[in-house]
């Protein structure tokens, strides 16, 4: 099986393996900058410049991404553990989208394939964009290199104290123990995050004429791409797929989508007993997150 740990920087669900290189940077809070968004922006350059050294058009994205072309090509997290800032990245080699996609504790098969689509349309790897993996050892050295740049100075490779080891182990024991893993209910997740600006989520909303059933990806709080069913009456039943196709790239705002379903509804001529417009819509809207 795969081992689940619950990390203190917080942020999403992330997959961990062997195709992807870790770093990890704490300093005491006084020597890091303060705002969020500029200690991501000050710790995730080292890993930019890495590859952008390997010829990956990447670039920092606000608030804590690393793209190319739009899409995500590091997870990364910060948070605040005792008194020191932390932040951690990765470099990815390659990416296991359907191992990822299959291991989230989610709701629908329909979720989870709208879920699998969408980390390959917007999470990219040094596999897809240069065609092949590069040297591990090479790329280890680059990104050491970036850091010494950045900090101003050779850093010191050093192994763990005996009292550090001590604390990993108790530490290990405290992030796998289920009181801890579990300590906010362990719910099924009904949105999940794929990169800064790219959510997909699922909602279900019962109305008098059944329920409504929403999978939802939304960018930049706009409809990326929606599939809505359920068991609720929909005539012409051809028409449904059509509707969704008319909501692709509009914001998510209660009024416009209103306006585009109601105009949709007369225009078709749609027969949907016990399911509004206005209905569609409050389905539609609980993805907001």
Not at 17 to 42: G, H, N, S, T, W
Not at 47 to 58: E, I, K, P
Not at 92 to 103: L, T
Request: contains cysteine.
């Amino acid at each position: 099986g795969i081992p689940i740990i619950r990390r203190e920087v917080g942020g999403g669900t992330v997959f961990l393996d062997r195709d992807q290189l870790f770093f990890q940077c704490i300093f005491p809070r006084d020597k890091a900058p303060l705002r969020v968004d500029r200690l991501y922006e000050f710790f995730l350059q080292p890993a930019v410049n890495t590859y952008r050294s390997l010829g990956v058009d990447a670039y920092y994205r606000p608030v804590n991404d690393i793209q190319v072309d739009e899409k995500k090509i590091s997870g990364t997290g910060a948070g605040r553990v005792g008194e020191a800032s932390v932040v951690v990245g990765n470099i990815i080699f390659d990416f296991n989208y359907g191992e990822m996609s299959r291991v989230l504790h989610l709701s629908s098969e329909g979720f989870r394939d709208k879920v699998h689509d969408s980390m390959r349309l917007y999470v990219t790897t040094l596999r897809r964009e240069l065609g092949h993996v590069p040297d591990r050892e090479r790329i280890k050295e680059r990104l050491i290199k970036e850091f010494e740049e950045l900090l101003g100075g050779p850093l010191q490779r050093d192994d763990l104290t005996p009292d550090e080891q001590r604390m990993l182990v108790k530490l290990d024991k405290k992030f796998t123990d289920p009181n801890w893993l579990y300590e906010k209910g362990g719910k099924v997740n009904d949105w999940v995050k794929i990169s800064t600006d790219v959510f997909v989520g699922e909602s279900i909303y019962q109305t008098p004429g059944g329920l409504i059933r929403v999978i939802l990806r939304r960018k930049n709080d706009t409809i990326d791409d929606i599939v809505i069913s359920g068991d609720f009456h929909f005539q012409p039943k051809e028409e449904l797929k059509t509707l969704e196709g008319q909501l692709i790239g509009q914001p998510l705002e209660a009024g416009l989508l209103l306006g585009i379903i109601e105009s949709f509804y007369s225009k078709k001529g749609i027969q949907s007993r016990g399911v509004s417009p206005e209905d569609m819509v409050r389905a539609i809207l609980r993805n907001r997150n």
